[in-house]
């Protein structure tokens, strides 16, 4: 027998009795680490967490028991507002269908050299990131994630497809254990990208460059050509007496 389906009928096994023994703690505090566990067997990771998403903006805890220095970063500052900013956040927002996404493909183009992926994912650790989207209800929707840290590798293809492959049972499970979180709920309000200087196509090219959009990557988003969206950039900086990203993000989103 080839080696590599040996290895691979080992996974789905483990993943199997994992993921059978998670379903019947549906409903009990310990379906979550058991969730996780089944999770693991098809790709280790180093961390686990979920938010909700409200219709109106707001966002709130969905699952993330972490030390408490690590909370306040990867919670207390996220839902503080950072979260507008997060593609998972972006994704979800204007499409609640259930599936399974991977952050580098959805990630804007200049993402990993944003200021927000300087200011929250390098101080959470986070390297790379995964996540189960689900329909809560009518007014939210999560995304449980999967995290790998500082030292581990980046989620690889073969991981990468099985996730996918077997996206609809765990989200169809997590599904279950928090249908109707948020509803009636008090979550943030969100951080509100404005400025009483700026206009409104202004606020929108502030927001695409926060979010970890090019300059290339912005003029295709708003249609504009690449030298119009230099000139804007260059106007908002003077308008705000600022010279980088770093002091814009702490304009809006320190």
Request: hydrophobic share 45%.
């Given at each position: 027998?080839?080696?590599?389906?040996?290895?691979?009928?080992?996974?789905?096994?483990?993943?199997?009795?994992?993921?059978?023994?998670?379903?019947?703690?549906?409903?009990?505090?310990?379906?979550?680490?058991?969730?996780?566990k089944?999770?693991?067997?098809?790709?280790?990771?180093?961390?686990?967490?979920?938010?909700?998403?409200t219709?109106?903006?707001?966002?709130?805890?969905?699952?993330?028991?972490?030390?408490?220095?690590?909370?306040?970063?990867?919670?207390?500052?996220?839902?503080?507002?950072?979260?507008?900013?997060?593609?998972?956040?972006?994704?979800?927002?204007?499409?609640?269908?259930?599936?399974?996404?991977?952050?580098?493909?959805?990630?804007?183009?200049?993402?990993?050299?944003?200021?927000?992926?300087?200011?929250?994912?390098?101080?959470?650790?986070?390297?790379?990131?995964?996540?189960?989207?689900?329909?809560?209800g009518?007014?939210?929707?999560?995304?449980?994630?999967?995290?790998?840290?500082?030292?581990?590798?980046?989620?690889?293809?073969?991981?990468?497809?099985?996730?996918?492959?077997?996206?609809?049972?765990?989200?169809?499970?997590?599904?279950?254990?928090?249908?109707?979180?948020?509803?009636?709920?008090?979550?943030?309000?969100?951080?509100?990208?404005?400025?009483?200087?700026?206009?409104?196509?202004e606020?929108?090219?502030?927001?695409?460059?926060?979010?970890?959009?090019?300059?290339?990557?912005?003029?295709?988003?708003?249609?504009?050509s690449?030298?119009?969206?230099?000139?804007?950039?260059?106007?908002?900086?003077?308008?705000?007496?600022?010279?980088?990203q770093?002091?814009?993000?702490?304009?809006?989103?320190?």
């Amino acid at each position: 027998m080839d080696q590599s389906a040996t290895v691979n009928e080992a996974k789905l096994g483990a993943f199997a009795t994992a993921f059978a023994e998670s379903v019947t703690a549906i409903g009990q505090t310990a379906f979550p680490d058991l969730l996780a566990k089944a999770l693991q067997a098809l790709g280790p990771f180093g961390m686990m967490n979920g938010f909700y998403y409200t219709a109106d903006g707001g966002a709130g805890d969905l699952y993330n028991m972490h030390d408490q220095k690590r909370h306040g970063v990867i919670v207390d500052h996220y839902l503080d507002g950072a979260y507008v900013l997060d593609p998972f956040y972006d994704a979800v927002k204007g499409d609640r269908r259930e599936r399974f996404l991977a952050m580098r493909a959805i990630a804007p183009d200049d993402f990993f050299d944003s200021e927000y992926f300087r200011r929250h994912y390098r101080t959470t650790g986070i390297i790379d990131e995964v996540g189960f989207v689900l329909d809560l209800g009518a007014n939210s929707t999560g995304v449980l994630s999967a995290s790998r840290m500082e030292g581990e590798p980046l989620f690889g293809a073969e991981e990468l497809g099985l996730f996918g492959l077997f996206g609809p049972m765990v989200c169809a499970a997590a599904r279950k254990h928090w249908q109707g979180l948020g509803d009636g709920a008090a979550p943030s309000g969100g951080a509100r990208i404005e400025h009483p200087l700026l206009t409104k196509r202004e606020t929108e090219i502030v927001t695409l460059i926060l979010k970890g959009h090019s300059n290339l990557s912005i003029a295709a988003v708003l249609d504009l050509s690449p030298n119009t969206v230099k000139v804007h950039r260059r106007q908002i900086y003077a308008k705000l007496k600022i010279s980088s990203q770093a002091e814009l993000f702490h304009l809006f989103l320190a």
